[in-house]
């Protein structure tokens, strides 16, 4: 599998910290609201519609939309294990959170895998150029950490918003932590193909029963 960030192209500028690790956080103290310019350089942060220029550090909410970033230095919530960044969307019962940022989709671009916490049917979302994507587990890397492939390749060497949204309502508000975004020039499996895999997995596990 082909993983690669993409890069500037002439005046069109290339996705930027999409590990979250250009993140200058010196000097600041866990459980206060920083600069977003200095969290998450490179993209913007939304509760519902409305911008935010700032972002918790270190720490979360209770019940109260936010956005957040987690490092390893954090004394109570850690980011995703192997990562010195993770951001941390959260939606409250009325407002969600989103982070988006506008840029080139590579040219050879087939996907884009990512690391997120909860599964994908518990509220969140991921859209390119406002329309959302369709993305499936690919892997599970414990302590409710999965990573996540979805299908872009109709974007391509366009310059789109990219956005993942933790989505408002629920019984349970959804946090979703999120890290390690990467574009792919590895296409994405035809479900049927997917399908087909699956069944031939289950064939080659069946044996018939000897009889005496």
Known sequence: MSLFVAVGNGFSQGFLNLGFNSAQLSGYTSGEYVPATSAIPGWLGYIGTNPQTTVLYNDLTIGEAAIAILGTNSPSVSPIPGNCYTVVLQASLEDNASIAQTALIPGTAESIFFTASAPYS??????????????????????????????????AGQTDQLQFTALAG??????????????????VPEPGVMGLCALGGLLLAWRPLKTS
Not at 136 to 152: K, M, R
Not at 170 to 187: K, T
């Open 122 to 155: 518990s509220g969140w979302q991921v859209s390119v150029a406002g329309q959302d994507i369709s993305v499936f587990q690919t892997s599970a890397l414990g302590g409710n950490i999965y990573v996540y492939e979805g299908n872009i390749s109709a974007f």
């Open 170 to 187: 629920g019984s349970s508000p959804v946090n979703m932590e999120l890290d390690a975004i990467q574009f792919s020039s590895s296409p």
